[in-house]
């Protein structure tokens, strides 16, 4: 989802990009601004053109407030020495990019309301501006707009439901009380699941009501986006939990098969991939692990080139890709499996010696189980 994104500049340290999707909202919001706000009542006196550079402006300082207010949980947060990577501005708001993830509730309650906090500074300052500017009916109702964008975004984020900021609150409180993060995200995710299907309710409700299908897909995509990053937001942490209990030394396969390298591929795939159904070998030198052979790989040499063909021509040799080593937690695990190459990862000791293999499939079974039985 964040992957087009266009680099604006750097503050702080932190980076600052634009997701294409956020382009999208940009015009959207200028046209709906244009043909409505703009082109009605106080300033129904507008000309096209002005009405459409008003509606563009209000536009660049919504922009402008959504930033301030990640820019005040990104500072919070390097100031409680947790990095920030980079703001992403995409459609449904923004999101700052963290290199670890917070450790203690306080912080989390601190960098949280750093971000309504700055929003509803800014609710003020636009009031303050439209009232100071009272007799410019252009202004008036550019900084009363933005006062009241805000405050419906103030309103929105502060839904008690994972991953709006006021889902982060609770969950820092229920954290903080419990000293539970498991359970804390569990409950502010499940609000905000309920949150997000009472937005694509209302969305449904609201076009058999007044018939308003542009409404209806937005309330849609919203109430999705939400639904999906509150649940990937407990299952991170739910698996961040497991992967801590499980050791690597737990799942692993000690009567492992191994070939040497000096094997030919005929050999390899007759007395080893037919008759262990495996898809991938570890390939050892004096039982020193020294790399991988897998089918994948095999299968690209044309066959009748086999016979002649050795294991030590084809195997890789990037250890780090596939290894792990015994008797840590399986969190490296996960980033290997996730990476989807391998069914099988060789496990070495502290002298590279091979003493086992995890298979993708044991390790899935022992984090569904661990994970159930932590539910
Ligand atoms: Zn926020």
Not at 27 to 53: E, H, M, N, P, R
Not at 118 to 126: A, C, E, K, Q
Not at 182 to 211: E, H, W
């Amino acid at each position: 989802m964040f992957k087009r994104s266009l680099r604006l500049f750097e503050l702080w340290g932190i980076a600052v990009e634009i997701h294409i999707s956020w382009i999208i909202v940009l015009l959207l919001v200028t046209w709906s601004f244009a043909t409505g706000v703009y082109s009605s009542g106080d300033a129904g006196t507008f000309s096209d053109a002005q009405s459409w550079i008003m509606s563009l402006l209000t536009a660049l300082l919504l922009f402008l407030s959504i930033l301030l207010h990640e820019f005040s949980h990104s500072v919070v947060a390097v100031r409680n020495g947790l990095p920030i990577e980079k703001i992403t501005l995409f459609m449904f708001g923004g999101v700052a990019q963290m290199r670890r993830e917070v450790e203690t509730p306080v912080v989390e309650l601190k960098m949280t309301a750093a971000g309504p906090a700055m929003t509803l500074v800014l609710i003020g300052v636009f009031y303050l501006l439209g009232l100071l500017f009272s007799s410019f009916g252009t202004l008036v109702v550019l900084f009363n707009s933005l006062a009241i964008i805000n405050g419906i975004i103030f309103i929105f984020n502060m839904v008690p439901g994972f991953p709006l900021d006021g889902g982060r609150i609770l969950r820092a409180i229920i954290w903080s009380r419990t000293g539970n993060i498991l359970k804390a995200t569990r409950i502010a995710s499940r609000i905000g699941k309920g949150f997000a299907f009472v937005l694509m309710g209302i969305g449904i409700l609201n076009f058999f009501i007044s018939r308003d299908f542009v409404g209806c897909i937005w309330m849609l995509m919203i109430g999705a986006f939400l639904m999906q990053a509150a649940d990937r937001s407990y299952k991170n942490i739910l698996y961040r939990e497991v992967m801590e209990k499980i050791q690597v030394s737990e799942i692993i396969k000690s009567d492992v098969v191994a070939v040497g390298l000096s094997v030919d591929l005929l050999t390899l795939v007759e007395d080893f991939f037919k008759r262990y159904n495996y898809l991938s070998f570890p390939v050892v030198k004096d039982e020193v692990l020294v790399g991988i052979v897998t089918l994948d790989d095999v299968n690209k040499i044309d066959n009748g080139r086999w016979p002649e063909t050795k294991v030590s021509d084809l195997v890789n040799r990037n250890l780090a890709d596939f290894t792990v080593r015994g008797f840590n937690p399986a969190g490296r695990l996960l980033h290997l499996v996730n990476t989807g190459k391998y069914d099988s990862f060789p496990v070495v000791d502290n002298y590279g010696s091979l003493i086992g293999v995890v298979a993708r499939s044991d390790f899935e079974e022992a984090v569904r189980v661990m994970a159930s039985a932590k539910n």
